[in-house]
């Protein structure tokens, strides 16, 4: 791994634990079904390209993103495999979607228009993968309005039907799955629809992370994969649920591949009653021994985590107190002896036997850990750390 020495912060990746978790996805879907890793919002803040390189090392088919400039960051970055494009792409763009082959996903009558325009003036075909509504009501198009697509696109031979799918609203949040159950009934009417208008799409898709879990029947020839593969459960209920379907050891499974850290930049003694950061939030009941850390909310440390969390020093828990800073934090290392300028803090992750889950931080901040990975500022440097390394041996 590149040397950290000269870094505040920077966010390491274990190839080991990314691995383990494709392979337990792998082995929950087959050999034959396309795992497309989902890696929008910089691959959930873990790093676009570092995951896509580890995506595509260990057995991932293909990619999701959201919009176009993450597509061509993967081609720049060398990766050949097929994105599938998930969110809207303005139409005056189409034609870069034609001219990287990405496919796009569909769910208006006008877009198809001005996506089969591109393809035919670059004589290319352009591939759409159709978003079908089932109950979620976000993007996607069902009654009439998948009608009149339908009949559209069948007018438009530059355009490739390879795909058709749609997105549970409510999976994870919840162990009871009727409300999905009755959104793949939907998914399937839909696909009746469109092969009766004459469409034969080869990649049929509706699990997420947390479906492809608990929700065997909505794997079909293609699973997006998000938050699993980084190494969380989608949520406390999607464990809970898939504990009760498998064997116990499965649960073990989901290694976290993110560890953030940051080196102490000053520790300094205050005395009791001493008031600390911004707005005097927090007085001290005794002579405090405080490190501060280089990092803050514009890093993507929570201004909610004020006096509420803390981080691990020495492998063990120093609390933030006062309020979290747009570049730094302030905790507590009274009772953790021999703390020095540039030791190594882990904000999110494993140090010693202690452990701090984007989970708890989510907590903390009140909100999911899919918001916390996600908003990691993308000017932390990133490294895989790689299998042969010995993990945490370094610091
Ligand atoms: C983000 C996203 C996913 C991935 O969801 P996870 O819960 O992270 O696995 C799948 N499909 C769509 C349409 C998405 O937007």
């Keep these: 791994m590149d040397d950290t020495r000269g870094l505040n912060s920077w966010i390491e990746l274990s190839e080991s634990a990314y691995r383990q978790n494709l392979s337990l996805f792998r082995r929950r879907v087959g050999p034959k079904v396309e795992l497309s890793a989902v890696v929008k919002g910089n691959a959930y803040g873990h790093g676009a390209v570092q995951i896509a390189g580890l995506a595509a090392a260990h057995g991932a088919d293909s990619f999701c993103v959201h919009a176009l400039e993450e597509a061509q960051q993967l081609r720049d970055a060398g990766f050949q495999q097929d994105v599938l494009l998930l969110g809207h792409v303005p139409r005056r763009r189409l034609g870069d979607v034609v001219a990287g082959d990405f496919r796009l996903v569909l769910f208006d009558v006008e877009t198809a228009r001005s996506f089969a325009e591109a393809a035919r003036s670059q ?70 629809r469109v092969r009766e208008a004459g469409f034969a799409p080869t990649r049929r898709h509706a699990a997420c992370s947390a479906a492809a879990l608990v929700l065997g029947d909505s794997i079909f020839e293609m699973v997006r994969l998000g938050i699993g593969q980084y190494g969380h459960w989608s949520s406390k209920e999607t464990l809970l649920s898939f504990r009760d379907r498998q064997d116990v050891e499965g649960t073990q499974s989901l290694r976290p591949v993110l560890t953030w850290k940051a080196r102490i930049s000053q520790v300094k003694t205050v005395p009791a009653d001493a008031f600390v950061g911004y707005g005097c939030t927090y007085q001290t009941t005794r002579p405090t021994r405080l490190a501060i850390l280089p990092v803050g909310y514009s890093d993507g440390y929570p201004r909610s985590v004020s006096n509420a969390g803390h981080v691990l020093i020495h492998g063990r828990r120093a609390p933030v107190r006062g309020r979290v800073c747009m570049n730094l934090i302030l905790v507590d290392v009274t009772d953790i002896p021999g703390v020095a300028v540039e030791d190594v803090a882990v904000l999110i992750g494993t140090q010693g036997d202690q452990e701090v889950p984007a989970e708890r931080v989510a907590d903390w901040a009140g909100t999911i850990q ?22 945490g041996g370094s610091e």
């Design 370 to 391: 899919y918001e916390i990975l996600a908003g990691l500022g993308r000017h932390l440097p990133r490294f895989v750390v790689p299998e042969t390394a010995v993990e």
């Design 123 to 192: 004589g290319r075909r352009g591939r759409v993968h159709l978003k079908l509504e089932t109950g979620t009501h976000r993007q996607g198009l069902g009654g009439e309005d998948l009608g009149a697509l339908l009949d559209t696109l069948g007018g438009l031979p530059d355009l490739e039907v390879e795909g058709a799918y749609t997105h549970f609203a409510n999976v994870e949040d919840t162990t009871d799955h009727r409300y999905a159950h009755a959104q793949l009934e939907r998914f399937r009417s839909a696909l009746d």
